[in-house]
């Protein structure tokens, strides 16, 4: 399965989203939460299809509008289930991870059924790139694509490990820069 999809959702057909979202939800009482009955990853938000798209993302895409670039899709309702338009509202990560840590939930982990790689890869991950594996290398070692690497060297994705900023400052005492200091003998 692949990683939960927050591209750009204007890309898919808009009649057929329409049709993957209302098909799995409880639409029976308009104000109340619209729970989402189909696949669900362990905290809760609900996933769309083998695309893996997020269903309360889709919600809001189809009823409020596109969400903007960056953006997260957070509930008023405190119910990761529910996909009621009225009920979501686009924040910042700022937002979505006040949302998350204040409900003892994170969006981006091994937890949920769509992970490919689990905290201890991506670690490592992030040591061997620190390391100078190039990217092509890992992707090829972890068996997933280069934009799945290169999501969790830059911590789009698995935000709740050690960034590669820290990871760096430690593995530079053990890593020497390379073409640095050996130069000088010139
Ligand atoms: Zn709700």
Redesign the pocket.
């Known amino acids: 399965m692949n990683t939960p999809k927050t591209k750009d959702l204007s890309q898919f057909n808009q009649d057929h989203l329409r049709d993957k979202l209302y098909s799995k939800t409880d639409r029976s009482s308009p104000d109340?939460?619209?729970n989402w009955t189909g696949a669900k990853m362990k905290n809760g938000y609900g996933i769309i299809g083998k695309k893996c798209l997020l269903a309360h993302r889709v919600s809001h895409h189809l009823h409020n509008g596109p969400i903007p670039n960056g953006m997260f899709v957070c509930?008023?309702?405190d119910?990761p289930s529910?996909v009621?338009p009225h009920?979501l509202f686009a924040g910042t990560a700022k937002d979505n991870m006040e949302d998350a840590v204040g409900k003892k939930r994170n969006a981006f982990g091994e937890k949920h059924g769509c992970a490919q790689l689990s905290d201890e890869k991506v670690l490592d991950i992030r040591k061997a790139w620190a390391g100078r594996l190039t990217q092509e290398k890992l992707a090829k070692e972890y068996g997933v694509t280069a934009p799945v690497i290169r999501a969790a060297i830059y911590g789009r994705t698995w935000k709740h490990l050690p960034s590669l900023h820290s990871l760096n400052a430690k593995s530079n005492q053990d890593w020497p820069v390379r073409g640095g200091e050996n130069n000088s003998d010139a």
Do not use: D, F, G, L
Request: hydrophobic share 10%.
């Open positions: 109340q939460c619209w509930h008023k309702c119910n529910c009621n009920h």
